[in-house]
């Protein structure tokens, strides 16, 4: 996997929302430019075109909050007109409109974060790498061992479909990756890809 850029195009009020269901897709090996954190941190976001023309996805998040907001439909206008995709990632129909009415995008279950999240790495898969319905690369993440005095690189690697991942989840079967160091293994729940636990490992 190259590294890939996304864009988050949201509202003010949204920022925790949108950080909440990106905290596992920031843990990949591609860049994610939350608008609000670049904007906090002192960018205006009339500056931002420049990340916003060299993403390969906008992920335009789309809510009440986000209803009236002229730069949402701005960043979406623009990525349209530059040929990058769009995804909607909303929690109601009528929020979509316009460009993307008809784009498949991803609902926001305000109840079930985790069927969110797993339904937008499902998106993001497909659209960074579009090579048909069953057919994806492998994904990974890659950390430092957290177990004192290690820190050595540890992979997860994620070779299955996203469909056999959330199946996975349901049986409870999670991911693991193994630090070569020092033996500490590191499980993943597999429809978010969101850390669980560290066992074992000693040196």
């Not at 950080?19 to 931002?48: C, D, M, Y």
């Not at 769009?86 to 079930?112: S, W």
Request: negative net charge; contains cysteine; proline residues 6%.
């Amino acid at each position: 996997m190259t590294r890939e850029q996304i864009y988050v195009s949201h509202a003010p009020g949204d920022l925790e929302l949108v950080q909440e269901l990106f905290s596992t897709v920031k843990n990949f090996p591609f860049g994610v430019h939350i608008t609000f954190e670049a904007v906090e941190s002192g960018r205006q976001r009339n500056r931002l075109e420049g990340r916003l023309a060299n993403s390969d996805v906008v992920v335009a998040v789309l809510t009440a909050a986000s209803a009236d907001s002229q730069w949402i439909n701005q960043e979406i206008g623009y990525a349209v007109a530059k040929g990058i995709p769009v995804i909607p990632l909303y929690d109601d129909e009528h929020h979509r409109g316009g460009f993307i009415d008809a784009v498949d995008g991803v609902e926001i279950d305000p109840q079930n974060p985790s069927e969110t999240i797993f339904n937008l790495l499902s998106r993001l898969r497909a659209q960074l790498a579009p090579l048909g319905a069953l057919s994806v690369p492998n994904w990974y993440i890659r950390f430092p061992c957290t177990n004192p005095d290690c820190g050595h690189p540890v992979t997860l690697e994620i070779e299955q479909e996203q469909t056999k991942l959330w199946t996975r989840s349901k049986h409870g079967k999670l991911l693991t990756a193994s630090c070569e160091r020092c033996g500490a293994t590191y499980a993943f729940d597999p429809a978010t890809i969101g850390y669980v636990r560290r066992d074992g490992g000693g040196r």
